[in-house]
């Protein structure tokens, strides 16, 4: 057994299956230890792409996904991918090839210090400088990758390493439990709850764990204490739910803003800093930090009490210990409820063409099952999703909040399909991000996947347009060109749609699930009101309230 061999069977006793990637010369002893290991390898068409999949799987399962590169450009190419884990709290693993470090006779062809570059991107980085270091090293980026907060951890296999004589022992992964709040915490949270009038729940990405939304519906349901989200909490608890109140997709002036103003106790379930804020820090309210770790105070979120420990565990006690308190009103939320509904109503059927933003959401949500998984890409269509589409179930509308990536979108489709054989799985993009990775299309195909890929087309980078626009700056370097994209599906041996009225859109999504196989749909899009919904009348409306 050689050091790549005794590297694969670490893997496996960690319960890895995937590992997404493109291998190169330097790691091609791993290639073949894992050729004939139990671990599939999914071939990608870019590094990027394949940290992007491994992430996805990551924050799927919650166990780190694995992606493999070669050294030097390979390696760069992963950068943005351990961007987008460690700022989203996705538990992932990047292993990549390097030159010999016992001896060199290429000089510093293609070398970078990897490490290094990684060191302000992940957990936890490190060279592998002997095989007998291997078991220890493997268990140690699985343990920082997996435990929270989640998020990036890389590993360096030097070529001349990774063909030493090899065999050392492994590290079983270890049987851990998170530590729970402190008591004293607990019974000051409830004391703030018990003397608050309007209290509230905001639902943040932390929350989005095993057993969490278990625990919250049964809060909610308890207490009768109306709740919100971010974001990346979307889908932790059921959104056509009475009590929910919205999401806080733009920064202010929403109708949830409205609720935040006049709570005057908010708890604060798994919010992370590095989601944009909701600005529930103004006023003179009680909010409660509960969370896996203690906060991370910043000039927008400081809170007053914190119960720091295992979030599943706390909501259980708080629930346990509170009941409805006869001098809470709720009143002024479920007119803001009301409100909200009628908005998000509005323009659920307009039939304009180019398509409205509210009707591709609206209908998408018809098309979609309870379980299905919406993966969006980064863009302005991105808040019309958080705002619009209400997930009935976890992790079903995947959305980076955190590095807000382009390019993601497609790559993290492939994975969840690949975690989610039985289910739905659709991927939407604007023309801009999808572009930056559409190569793994081939990969879809190659697969034999059935996924379906929406590309909202205006002919532009419509989020930085729709800013512009805000700012009263002149329309200037926004727009740009594209293919056909039916065409370009097809040449990639995928099938291409392009709808030619509103009325079409769900139908052609439709029969794309039943049909099987790979299928972009190419969807012109009219954000023109962008500017007026989104800054003016939403904040006008909200106001009245």
């Known amino acids: 057994m050689n050091a790549s061999e005794t590297f694969v069977r670490a893997l496996e006793a960690e319960g890895v299956t995937y590992v997404f990637g493109i291998p190169g010369e330097e790691n091609l002893d791993l290639l073949e230890a894992l050729r004939t290991s139990r671990i599939r390898l999914i071939l990608t068409r870019h590094e990027q792409a394949a940290g992007f999949m491994a992430a996805t799987h990551g924050r799927l399962t919650g166990r780190a996904g694995v992606a493999l590169s070669t050294l030097g450009p390979g390696a760069t190419n992963f950068v943005t991918a351990a961007a987008y884990a460690q700022l989203g709290a996705m538990p992932m693993l990047m292993i990549t090839g390097q030159k010999p470090i016992k001896s060199s006779k290429q000089g510093h062809f293609q070398i970078v210090d990897v490490v290094d570059m990684m060191r302000p991107l992940t957990k936890y980085t490190r060279q592998i400088v002997s095989a007998d270091t291997i078991p220890a090293r493997v268990r140690e980026a699985f ?99 009475p009590l929910w109140l919205g999401n ?4 202010d002036g929403d109708f949830v803003h409205r609720a935040i103003e006049r709570a005057d106790c908010i708890v604060n379930c798994g919010h992370d800093v590095v989601e944009k804020p909701p600005f529930f820090m103004r006023g003179a309210r009680t909010v409660i930090h509960v969370n896996f770790s203690s906060a991370h105070v910043d000039s927008v979120y400081f809170p007053q009490l914190e119960a720091v420990g295992d979030i599943a565990n706390t909501i259980w006690r708080l629930k346990e210990a509170l009941d409805p308190q006869p001098h809470w009103d ?52 991105k808040l019309w999703f958080a705002r619009a589409y209400r997930c009935r179930m976890p992790n079903t509308l995947l959305l980076d909040n955190a590095l807000a990536t382009m390019g993601a979108g497609l790559p993290s489709a492939i994975a969840a399909k690949i975690v ?103 969807v012109p899009v009219d954000y023109s009101e962008n500017d007026l919904i989104l800054n003016r009348e939403i904040r006008e409306l909200a106001a009245a309230i």
């Not at 343990?143 to 951890?153: D, K, L, N, Q, T």
């Not at 806080?248 to 920064?251: E, M, N, Y």
Request: hydrophobic share 40%; with cysteine; net charge neutral.
């Open 143 to 241: 343990r920082s990758a997996e435990e929270e907060r989640p998020g990036a951890v890389h590993l360096e296999l030097p070529e001349d390493i990774a063909r030493d004589p090899g065999g050392a022992p492994l590290i079983e992964p270890a049987a851990t439990r998170r530590p729970i709040a402190d008591e004293k915490a607990i019974h000051r949270a409830l004391a703030a709850l018990k003397d608050a009038k309007r209290p509230l729940l905001m639902i943040g990405a932390g929350a989005n764990r095993k057993l969490t939304s278990k625990m919250l519906r049964q809060f909610v349901d308890h207490t009768g204490i109306p709740f919100f989200t971010t974001q990346m909490g979307k889908g932790v608890l059921d959104e056509t739910h």
């Open 248 to 251: 806080a997709a733009l920064s």
């Open 330 to 381: 709720f009143s002024f939320f479920r007119t803001v409820r009301e409100h909200l509904d009628a908005h998000l109503a509005k323009r659920a059927d307009d039939d304009r063409f180019p398509m409205h933003p509210a009707r591709v959401v609206a209908d998408l949500r018809r098309v979609m099952p309870h379980d299905g998984v919406v993966c969006l890409d980064n863009g302005i269509y």
């Open 420 to 522: 989610h054989p039985n289910r739905r799985v659709l991927a939407v993009c604007g023309d801009g991000g999808f572009m930056m990775n559409s190569q793994e299309l081939e990969t879809a195909v190659r697969l034999g996947l059935d996924l379906v890929v929406l590309v909202l087309r205006d002919d532009a980078y419509g989020m930085i347009r729709w800013k512009q626009a805000h700012m009263g700056l002149p329309d200037y370097g926004m727009a740009l060109g594209n293919p056909d994209f039916v065409k370009y599906a097809e040449s990639y041996g995928a099938r291409g749609h392009r709808p030619s009225s509103a009325g079409d859109l769900a139908r052609i999504v439709e029969r794309a699930f039943d049909s099987k196989g790979v299928h972009l749909v190419d």
